[in-house]
């Protein structure tokens, strides 16, 4: 799946050599599933079959889709029956239009026959031909990668991150617009449903959003009824360092961390401290629901100020760390893993996104004293002597 991603971008030569290595046949099962997952839902009245040819090298594999308003698209068994289009390109660049970078819609690439057979009842060929175009926008809209915006693909798959409790996706929008056209790996903490329900919404998201993205999810429970390609359901505690430590050995590097999880302070930083050394350079861990840091229940703090055992107070001592080169005596130790990778922590209500790089820049050289300002011909004021005492103005400073 991660070779298939990859070769969106890639020579053809790479597409070529996968498909000698996997088969065609298991290739086009890849691809028709993700062209199903990007399907609108059909809105004709009147049910069309549009068959699609994908080619490669001289072979081909045909697939009939069956397309009606309030059904699933479902493809047909039986390749004889009568179709009232035929689309057929070739595969690689099928793999392009879902795997490479996005942009506007493509047109060029692919053969197209409209009603290829005479309809037996001219009396309803107005009502087919409707049909057939808004049947084939259905099918072209799986065989593509729009523009879609995160709040509604929210919606669309039952998603608690906007118009419920919260209104995340237009700070996820912000966050993660870098990443959109990367083949990254996205790992999920809690993957949701109750009540006996699978859950997964989130997942659904973010596979669609993240066009080119492996997409991972982490429950107590087995969801891995949810599992398809570019999606993995996968076991385990939050809470157990040596799990998370597990599978991030099998399944990280990850690109992005989301800890949408229990929300149990505890819970959240053994998850940050375990999965964070797990985070590219480049990448970023999220924390969502940080409301928790002043709810007792979930070792919280009652009142206005978080403890340094919250997920607040995580952050709070991230900015510390940010800053370590300027802390004075601690100049000159050995930094720790947060000081040395978190470049910056970007808190909204409820939710915080920490990016992951080289915080190794030292700014002003620890020998620097004020002989040396002077030298300069500029020595920085004390941070008690910015006002004139008599006057209670800023002194005029250069």
């Not at 729009?146 to 906007?162: F, I, M, N, Q, V």
């Not at 891995?224 to 385990?236: K, V």
């Not at 157990?240 to 302070?265: C, M, T």
């Not at 992951?356 to 002989?371: C, L, S, T, V």
Request: with cysteine.
């Amino acid at each position: 799946m991660e070779r298939l991603v990859l070769a969106g971008t890639a020579p053809e030569a790479e597409f070529s050599a996968l498909v000698k290595e996997a088969g065609l046949d298991a290739v086009v099962r890849i691809l028709l599933d993700e062209v199903l997952f990007r399907c609108d839902e059909p809105v004709n009245r009147t049910p069309v079959h549009i068959a699609l040819d994908l080619t490669h090298e001289g072979a081909h594999r045909r697939m009939v889709f069956r397309l009606v308003r309030d059904e699933p698209i479902s493809v047909v068994d039986d390749e004889s029956v009568p179709v009232q289009r035929e689309l057929r390109m070739a595969a690689v660049d099928l793999v392009r239009r879902l795997f490479g970078p996005m942009g506007p819609p493509k047109v060029g690439d692919f053969h197209d026959t409209f009603l290829p057979a005479r309809p037996d009842d001219l009396r309803d060929l107005t009502e087919l031909v409707l049909a057939t175009n808004q049947a084939s926008g259905t099918l072209l809209s799986g065989c593509t990668t729009p523009h879609l915006d995160l709040g509604r693909l929210s919606l669309a798959y039952g998603s608690d991150k906007w118009a419920s409790f919260h209104w995340y996706t237009a700070h996820y929008e912000e966050q993660f617009a870098r990443y959109r056209d990367l083949p990254v790996r996205v790992l999920e903490i809690g993957i949701g449903g109750f009540d006996g329900e699978l859950g997964g919404g989130s997942l659904q998201m973010w596979k669609r959003y993240f066009h080119r993205g492996l997409i991972y999810g982490l429950d107590l429970f087995d969801k891995s009824a949810l599992n398809r390609p570019r999606l993995t359901a996968l076991i385990g505690d939050q809470a157990d360092a040596g799990a998370l430590r597990a599978i991030a050995e099998r399944y990280g590097p990850f690109d992005i961390v989301i800890d949408d999880g229990s929300h149990d302070n505890a819970h959240v930083r053994i998850s940050f401290e375990t999965l964070f050394p797990y985070v590219r350079s480049g990448g970023v861990y999220v924390i969502e629901d940080m409301q928790t840091a002043y709810i007792p229940r979930f070792g919280g703090s009652a009142g206005s100020v978080a403890g340094p055992d919250t997920s607040i107070g995580l952050l709070k001592g991230l900015l510390d760390d940010i800053h370590y080169q300027e802390q004075g005596p601690a100049r000159g130790t050995r930094p720790t893993l947060t000081q040395e990778q978190v470049v910056s922590v970007r808190v909204c209500r409820n939710i915080a996104f920490i990016e992951k790089g080289a915080n190794d820049d030292i700014g002003f050289p620890a020998w620097m004293d004020d002989e040396a300002w002077a030298a300069l011909g500029a020595i920085p004021p004390a941070p008690d002597e910015h006002l004139d005492q008599q006057k209670g103005e800023p002194r005029e400073s250069h």
